[in-house]
């Protein structure tokens, strides 16, 4: 705190007598989103090369520090250090051909003297669903004081110091390489030491291509260390399921190869197995003897690690991770259930480590954003940080490019940015991203961004123009037909009804965003279709299959649970028009099924979405009772397990899954009573149902304000203190309830 007081003030009196300024004349002690003098660099010839990392160093002479910043634009992934410290990793992903700008305060970091300015960054060059596949290169420039005194193109050096193994298999299908290392104790030496002499000539870096740079908008990540405790047989734990680098401090008396295995969960015998989903969750490293501090250069998901030594002799002292997450700590949520209570902090940790510049559905074993999730975990991250700074970059990269790579012109790719030189699409959740613009302009009012959206969105309707029959309905999707992971996902061709239920509401949509009422119609006949044929009197039916023989169209008897829930989330029918389905559902399906299956015939739903959608169906028809009941049946063993909520019911899979973080979102809603926030009408909708609860202490971020609410409830009479933003008028949704409300 004393150095940063006594730079701040020798830069004031700098600037007193005549000291640095900006460009334009003006004083600037902030830091601007653009580079001056930087030019995009690598090394000569190898800019498409695999799995190639560069070691980039400048020293910068410093005779005092009033203000020092960096910019940093790469392709794929960069570290950051400065005199051996962790400052950063990035960047912010962005479009095919795109790349956001990463700006970071180096003051904290700087001394007096000489320091070392330390970027590794890795050239994966690799077709997967976390970066994208495109030519390496770093640009990255520093100001000090407001002069660059450091610049790609002018500065830098840059090694292949071969510290990692450049020939090794992919983490995953969705991901690029693992990690593997060949290190000597001095291994940081490179980014410590003013006076390293390295054993390796510096690359020939050559300029590259000029690059479509744009501002990075979002925050910064949380880098916060917290230590794993050793367990009995030796493997370490975190508190909960963790999302960053993971760091280990150890000894090693004789020349070793070691593994540090690591996982969400132990297997049957308490040990990690860290091939347990179909990804190669190891770190390997060849260490020399020495003592030495380890860190991933990848952000990693797991809640147990353990070394495994192959050979040689070490001993392990400690293990940590880096947290890699967003900040989303100004939410606040007490109630008199510690349940509940537990699960938002779990939602809540489950959001953090999914949403960092762009929605992931899980961190570990792919990273990029898929859409249908971003629908579920967007409404969270606006609940959490009280703005839609994600969700804007989310969505602005699906319309950045003038053209997707690989796939069919007018569709948008399921998860982005990636890479997916199969061809490959989820036709639906295209659907899914305009569902979704409809509500962040709601939450935003937006209209510039809606606007851009325009004709990406009116190529999606007329991309499925060819794939509707006789009967006005969509037939035949191409590629990954989805609707959830069940049985449902088994019975999607050649008529599937959930996907032409959520179509009928996208065409909704787009009359609601654009005043398309021919389209309004299309979805009111395509509603009456759906209805004629899936109905069968008791359920939906899933399928219809196109009888080769015949040319006729035939129903099948597949029923699933989750396509119920489809036909009444996305309004093709409503409780009041099918009563006698929607009372089944609602008494007969859910946790119940576990102990009483009445109708075995219907496939039950997943985690992912089915049971998300009957969480919004119960909360239409204000059953928050049921809601807190169901949600401590089915997801408290989430958060006993590993403390984030999980892809699917069961741990199989991913058990850190970003759309289920919508919990949250739920709690919020139907628990604390704040129904909507609408900022652009500066309203607060407040609706509170009797559930059984006795009281309620919350308070949820609105931009740089915030909304607080407290309640007691008592025979159905709720006596409620709330504060809002100013500016902001509250509206109370009559219940059921008595409702007595002061405003603070």
Request: proline share 4%.
């Amino acid at each position: 705190m004393k150095k940063r007081l006594f730079n701040f003030l020798v830069a004031a009196l700098a600037i007193l007598m005549g000291g640095y300024s900006c460009s334009n004349g003006e004083v600037d002690l902030c830091h601007v989103e653009q580079f001056t003098k930087a030019k995009p660099v690598w090394a000569e010839g190898r800019e498409k090369e695999k799995n190639l990392t560069l070691s980039f160093r400048e020293i910068v002479d410093a005779s005092f520090v009033g203000s020092a910043y960096i910019r940093i634009a790469a392709s794929c992934n960069y570290r950051l250090t400065v005199n051996g410290e962790f400052v950063s990793h990035g960047p912010c992903v962005a479009a095919h051909d795109f790349y956001r700008i990463d700006c970071l305060d180096l003051e904290p970091y700087m001394k007096w003297g000489k320091n070392i300015i330390a970027i590794e960054v890795a050239g994966y060059n690799d077709d997967n669903y976390y970066l994208l596949n495109q030519p390496s290169f770093l640009q990255a420039e520093v100001e000090l004081n407001g002069d660059v005194v450091a610049a790609t193109g002018e500065q830098f050096k840059a090694y292949e110091l071969g510290q990692r193994k450049q020939d090794v298999r992919e983490f995953s299908f969705q991901r690029p390489y693992v990690e593997h290392y060949i290190l000597s104790p001095d291994y940081r030496a490179w980014m410590m030491d003013a006076e390293w002499t390295p054993q390796v000539e510096p690359q020939k870096l050559v300029e590259q291509s000029a690059k479509t740079l744009i501002a990075r908008h979002v925050d910064y990540p949380d880098y916060t260390i917290h230590q794993a405790q050793k367990m009995e047989n030796g493997v370490y734990k975190y508190k909960s399921n963790s999302t960053g680098f993971i760091g280990a401090k150890l000894t090693v008396e004789e020349k070793a190869k070691i593994r540090f295995a690591f996982d969400e969960l132990l297997s049957d015998d308490g040990h990690v197995n860290g091939s347990r989903f179909g990804c190669y969750c190891y770190l390997t490293y060849e260490l020399e003897p020495g003592e030495y501090t380890l860190e991933a250069y990848e952000p990693n998901t797991g809640q147990y690690v353990e070394m495994y030594v192959d050979q040689g002799k070490a001993t392990l002292h400690d293990i940590y991770m880096r947290d890699y997450c967003g900040n989303f700590q100004k939410a606040q949520f007490a109630c008199d259930n510690e349940n509940l209570n537990r699960l938002f902090e779990v939602a809540r940790e489950t959001l953090r480590q999914n949403a960092l510049d762009i929605f992931m559905d899980c961190p570990s074993r792919e990273r990029a954003g898929w859409l249908c999730d971003s629908y579920f975990t967007s409404r969270v991250a606006f609940d959490m940080a009280g703005d839609t700074k994600i969700e804007k970059n989310f969505l602005e990269n699906f319309l950045l490019p003038e053209k997707h790579k690989y796939i069919m012109d007018g569709m948008l790719p399921m998860c982005y940015p990636s890479d997916h030189p199969n061809e490959n699409f989820i036709p639906s959740w295209a659907m899914f991203y305009v569902l979704e613009l409809e509500e962040y302009l709601h939450r935003t009012g937006d209209q510039a961004l809606v606007d851009k959206a325009k004709k990406r969105v009116y190529d999606l309707v007329r991309f499925f123009e060819p794939y509707y029959n006789e009967d006005g309905l969509l037939e035949s999707l191409p590629k990954w037909v989805f609707v959830e992971w069940s049985a449902a996902n088994d019975f999607v061709q050649d008529v599937n009804y959930p996907n032409n239920m959520i179509f009928a509401e996208m065409l909704d949509v787009v009359d609601r965003l654009y005043g398309d009422k021919a389209l309004a119609e299309k979805a009111d006949k395509m509603r009456e279709e759906i209805i004629r044929q899936s109905f069968n009197g008791e359920f939906f039916i899933d399928n219809a299959i196109r009888n080769k023989r015949t040319g006729k169209l035939e129903l099948t008897d597949n029923i699933t649970e989750t396509c119920q829930y489809y036909a009444f989330h996305f309004n093709t029918v409503s409780p009041k028009s099918h009563p006698e389905l929607w009372a089944k559902l609602r008494d007969k399906f859910g946790p119940v099924r576990k102990t009483n299956n009445e109708f075995p015939q219907v496939h039950p739903a997943n985690a992912f979405i089915g049971n998300y959608l009957r969480l919004e169906l119960l909360s239409r028809e204000k059953l928050s009772a049921q809601i807190l009941s169901e949600c401590i049946d089915e997801y408290m063993i989430m958060a006993e397990r590993t403390g984030t909520l999980w892809e699917n019911m069961t741990p199989h899979a991913s058990c850190n899954h970003g759309f289920a973080s919508h919990i949250a979102h739920v709690l919020k809603r139907d628990v604390a009573g704040i129904y909507d926030v609408a900022p652009v009408e500066k309203k607060i909708y407040l609706r509170f149902i009797d559930s059984g609860l006795k009281q309620c202490k919350v308070s949820f971020p609105v931009g740089e304000d915030k909304i607080a609410l407290e309640w007691s409830a008592e025979n159905g009479t709720f006596d409620v203190r709330a504060s809002i933003p100013e500016g902001y008028t509250c509206e109370v949704i009559p219940t059921s309830s008595k409702v007595n409300i002061s405003m603070e």
